[in-house]
């Protein structure tokens, strides 16, 4: 069985989060869980606690959540699960995801853009830990990938074919070509990436990453592979 974590708000795009993760699952079982997060409300009362850890939906929320539901019951090899978290920090994020046992973690722009603290702390846990996580694009029209770019960190010591072997294993993506990493100078590779992409039909992009200690800036820096809008498997090193 398949695994997959949502981390959301319930924004539009989590229904693609959604069908993206039907589609990785390749009709074989799955269980999709949908994370909202909140924080630990702050007071001393019982009551007071229990009454705000209650959890209301907005209209629109309810909606997509709705919608959700209707796509997984139409899918007989799917089941969806909502988990309300309040806080969250490496040992309790590292457990969540132990118990759902999950396989890979799908982050939505929206939920990336999300200002509150605790929503980017999640994020910030989730590019640590060790698992797979797709991030999905800017385009929403297509949910299922074939043809993969891989971007080769020079510091990496790590080949193609290793990268290759550990997608053949659990996605069904080709790796079809490949460039450095061209985060420092993208004017430059812009052209030759645009070509690379319409000549092969490429529809996702490869990269690995390393832990990095948790740290808050005023403003994100974007990616290059960003710019692209094309969706993007982040592998971390040990696995691939």
Same mark, same amino acid.
């Given at each position: 069985?398949?695994?997959?974590?949502?981390?959301?708000?319930?924004?539009?795009?989590? #229904?693609?989060?959604?069908?993206?993760?039907?589609? /990785?699952? &390749?009709?074989?079982? =799955?269980?999709?869980? *949908?994370?909202?997060?909140?924080?630990?409300?702050?007071?001393?009362?019982?009551?007071?606690?229990?009454?705000?850890?209650?959890?209301?939906?907005?209209?629109?929320?309810?909606?997509? *959540?709705?919608? =959700?539901? +209707?796509?997984?019951?139409?899918?007989?090899? =799917?089941?969806?699960?909502?988990?309300?978290?309040?806080?969250?920090?490496?040992?309790?994020? @590292?457990?969540?995801?132990?118990?759902?046992?999950? @396989?890979?973690?799908?982050?939505?722009?929206? +939920?990336?853009?999300?200002?509150?603290?605790?929503?980017?702390?999640?994020? &910030?846990?989730?590019?640590?830990?060790?698992?797979?996580?797709?991030?999905?694009?800017?385009?929403?029209?297509?949910?299922?990938?074939?043809?993969?770019?891989?971007?080769?960190?020079?510091?990496? $010591?790590?080949?193609?074919?290793?990268? /290759?072997?550990?997608?053949? /294993? $659990?996605?069904? +993506? !080709?790796?079809?070509?490949?460039?450095? $990493?061209?985060?420092?100078?993208? !004017?430059?590779?812009?052209?030759?990436?645009?070509?690379? #992409?319409?000549?092969?039909?490429?529809?996702?992009?490869?990269?690995?990453?390393?832990? !990095? &200690?948790?740290?808050?800036?005023?403003?994100?820096?974007?990616?290059?592979?960003?710019?692209?809008?094309?969706?993007?498997?982040? *592998?971390?090193?040990?696995?691939?």
């Amino acid at each position: 069985m398949k695994n997959f974590l949502i981390p959301t708000t319930l924004e539009q795009d989590t #229904i693609s989060a959604v069908k993206s993760a039907i589609n /990785q699952a &390749k009709n074989t079982n =799955c269980e999709i869980i *949908l994370m909202l997060v909140s924080d630990t409300p702050d007071t001393f009362s019982a009551s007071q606690f229990l009454r705000e850890m209650k959890v209301s939906l907005t209209a629109s929320q309810e909606e997509i *959540l709705e919608t =959700c539901r +209707y796509i997984i019951e139409h899918t007989p090899n =799917c089941k969806i699960k909502v988990h309300n978290q309040y806080g969250v920090s490496a040992p309790i994020f @590292k457990g969540i995801i132990e118990a759902f046992d999950v @396989k890979l973690i799908i982050l939505t722009q929206s +939920y990336k853009q999300e200002t509150k603290r605790i929503h980017q702390y999640l994020v &910030k846990l989730t590019t640590n830990q060790k698992g797979p996580i797709l991030h999905l694009g800017t385009e929403l029209s297509k949910d299922d990938f074939n043809k993969a770019l891989y971007i080769e960190n020079a510091k990496a $010591n790590m080949h193609v074919k290793d990268v /290759q072997q550990f997608l053949s /294993q $659990n996605f069904s +993506y !080709e790796i079809v070509s490949q460039t450095a $990493n061209f985060d420092d100078n993208y !004017e430059e590779f812009a052209p030759y990436l645009s070509e690379a #992409i319409s000549k092969y039909d490429i529809d996702l992009l490869v990269e690995t990453r390393k832990g !990095e &200690k948790i740290k808050f800036k005023k403003t994100k820096k974007e990616n290059s592979s960003d710019k692209l809008g094309l969706p993007v498997l982040s *592998l971390y090193e040990e696995l691939a």
